[in-house]
């Protein structure tokens, strides 16, 4: 147990594997990180000995947030954990979306278990990402200091790390730990490992590592996107799938989100939000693209994203875990395992005529298998569509739910219609402000982001939100209260289903609302297995 533990944060061996291979979409491998022979310290050492180099192993993390493992075999990966996977588990852990298989059973109904796979694997690749941006943070930290880059390409290299170290962090809090709104943060966090883990003396002291509060991990999250802020560039050559300063304020506008703390993110967005429209960022010049479906169809090049994933023919999550072959209907070549939820495609706040429906979801016709499924990502041939992680339309509502928040309708309008004024006909848009404005943010979140994995990120922030939250899980629907004949999806005259036969919701006490840490972990790390999260209710 011990060893596989630390292999999954042992990335000397990947952090020279970084120089072998090539970044983002061009990466094919069909080896095992694991079957690499081991690697020298000057062998590891020559990954930061040239500027080339360097961009390669900074490239090499990219990859490993793409690519990841499965079951630690690099051969077998899936898109853990932000190739596709952070995506449909975010949403396979809501309501929004359909399970119509077995395939993401246990993360829809609630039962992942120490050694489930999907839980398991997202714990071990973010921590191998996160291993690795550590290791490329104390690589170019050295590098700059021996003149190989300069200072300022140095902390250019350390805060696209720290970006995605908080970025990784971020997602592990989501899923293992309870929201910031629980005790102001003072439950347990997860374990924020900022020290590279290159040896067997390094894991040893990792090991004694505990979970820290969830303000504790707030507040490095912070730091790290802060560094982040201040030291990357407005743009990137290599486009939107590495990170910029617009990356770093979008993200922390995300995690202030988090914290409940309306000031800090109005303060964050607005460096991305000018006062009145046309909202075009003077940071990045992010501005919404002109359809809805600008930031899917021209996924790699768009005005609207601010940081994606890249895939690509040859480096993707594959048939078990591509964007495309799980959202995707059979009768397009996906495989037709995740259809959109008639809890949201009939909901009354969902207007019938809105654009969305027609441009970003489509309809599968089989005979006794009609669904509606999410349209965001459509390359079902090569799977090369890239999974986007933040893009401008959120930061406008992030920032619409603030001002509401704050008593700020007219702003917090403003920005809303931003968004959904695109998509819906002129008599169903806000002149003024509805009567529950943040009620109508969220739901438009709830429409705008859906097929991206913010839902369950959403239903885990607000889960103790007197006025918005569901204290828990919320039910879901199975197929079999479906008739599949094309009547169940009506947005005109939603049908009724039986109020039987779906998932149960489950409360915010029970063990399903975290997952656990995987008993591997928890079987190695001592401190860990004393701070394992609620196995049973």
Same mark, same amino acid.
């Given at each position: 147990m011990k060893k596989l533990t630390f292999r999954s944060y042992n990335f000397r061996r990947a952090a020279v594997a970084a120089i072998l291979?090539?970044?983002? *979409?061009?990466?094919?491998?069909?080896?095992?990180?694991?079957?690499?022979?081991?690697?020298?310290?000057?062998?590891?050492?020559?990954?930061?000995?040239? $500027?080339?180099?360097?961009?390669?192993?900074?490239?090499?993390?990219y990859e490993s947030a793409a690519i990841g493992t499965y079951q630690n075999l690099k051969s077998s990966a899936r898109g853990?954990?932000?190739?596709?996977?952070?995506?449909? %588990?975010?949403e396979m852990r809501g309501e929004d979306m359909l399970n119509i298989d077995q395939? !993401?059973?246990? /993360? !829809?109904?609630?039962?992942?278990? $120490?050694?489930?796979?999907?839980?398991? /694997?997202?714990?071990?690749?973010?921590?191998?990402?996160?291993?690795?941006?550590?290791?490329?943070?104390e690589g170019v930290q050295k590098a700059g200091a021996k003149g190989v880059i300069t200072d300022a390409e140095a902390k250019a290299y350390e805060g696209e790390a720290r970006f995605m170290r908080a970025l990784s962090h971020h997602e592990l809090l989501v899923h293992f730990s309870f929201p910031y709104a629980d005790a102001a943060g003072g439950k347990?966090?997860? $374990? =924020?490992? /900022?020290k590279a883990i290159t040896s067997l003396a390094a894991y040893e002291e990792g090991l004694k590592m505990d979970r820290g509060t969830v303000k504790d991990c707030y507040t490095k999250l912070i730091a790290d996107l802060d560094f982040a802020e201040a030291n990357l560039p407005d743009k990137q050559p290599d486009g939107v799938q590495r990170a910029t300063k617009g990356a770093a304020i979008a993200l922390k506008a995300r995690i202030k989100q988090h914290m409940g703390d309306w000031d800090g993110v109005i303060a964050e967005s607005n460096k991305l939000i000018p006062a009145s429209?046309?909202?075009?960022?003077?940071?990045?010049?992010? %501005?919404?693209?002109?359809?809805?479906?600008?930031?899917? *169809?021209? =996924?790699?090049?768009?005005?609207?994203?601010i940081f994606s994933i890249a895939n690509g023919p040859n480096a993707n999550g594959g048939s078990n875990g591509a964007l495309p072959a799980m959202f995707g209907p059979a009768s397009l070549n996906g495989r037709g395992l995740v259809a959109t939820s008639p809890i949201l495609y009939n909901a009354?706040?969902?207007?019938? *005529?809105?654009?969305?429906?027609?441009?970003?979801?489509?309809?599968?016709?089989? *005979?006794?298998?009609?669904?509606?499924?999410? !349209?965001? =990502?459509?390359?079902y041939t090569t799977r090369a569509d890239w999974a986007p992680m933040l893009r401008y339309a959120e930061v406008l509502l992030t920032a619409a739910e603030a001002h509401a928040r704050k008593g700020q309708n007219d702003r917090a309008l403003a920005l809303l219609n931003a968004v959904r004024n695109r998509s819906v006909e002129a008599g169903d848009q806000f002149t003024t402000p509805p009567a529950d404005l943040v009620l109508a943010i969220l739901q438009e979140?709830?429409?705008?982001?859906?097929?991206?994995?913010?839902?369950?990120?959403?239903?885990?922030?607000?889960?103790?939100?007197?006025? !918005?939250?569901?204290?828990?899980?919320?039910?879901?629907?199975?197929?079999?209260q479906m008739k599949l004949d094309g009547t169940d999806y009506n947005a005109v005259t939603p049908p009724t289903f039986p109020a039987t036969g779906g998932v149960p919701s489950y409360a915010y006490e029970s063990y399903r609302f975290l997952w656990p840490i995987p008993a591997e972990e928890t079987a190695a790390n001592p401190t860990l297995r004393a701070q394992q999260n609620k196995l049973s209710d």
């Open positions: 291979l090539a970044a983002g *979409t061009s990466i094919v491998s069909c080896k095992d990180f694991t079957e690499l022979a081991p690697i020298s310290l000057a062998s590891e050492e020559s990954a930061f000995a040239s $500027p080339g180099n360097i961009k390669l192993a900074m490239m090499g993390v853990y954990p932000f190739g596709a996977a952070a995506i449909e %588990q975010g395939f !993401y059973a246990i /993360t !829809y109904e609630g039962g992942a278990n $120490p050694t489930s796979l999907n839980n398991v /694997t997202m714990w071990h690749t973010l921590y191998a990402l996160i291993n690795q941006a550590n290791i490329l943070i347990w966090g997860v $374990p =924020y490992r /900022t429209a046309p909202y075009k960022s003077p940071i990045g010049a992010f %501005q919404l693209t002109a359809e809805p479906d600008g930031p899917f *169809t021209s =996924y790699k090049n768009n005005t609207e994203s009354s706040f969902w207007k019938a *005529t809105d654009k969305r429906r027609a441009l970003l979801q489509v309809y599968q016709p089989t *005979t006794g298998s009609r669904y509606y499924f999410n !349209y965001k =990502y459509r390359d979140r709830r429409i705008e982001l859906a097929g991206e994995g913010r839902r369950w990120a959403d239903i885990h922030r607000l889960a103790l939100d007197a006025a !918005y939250g569901f204290r828990g899980i919320p039910a879901k629907m199975k197929k079999e």
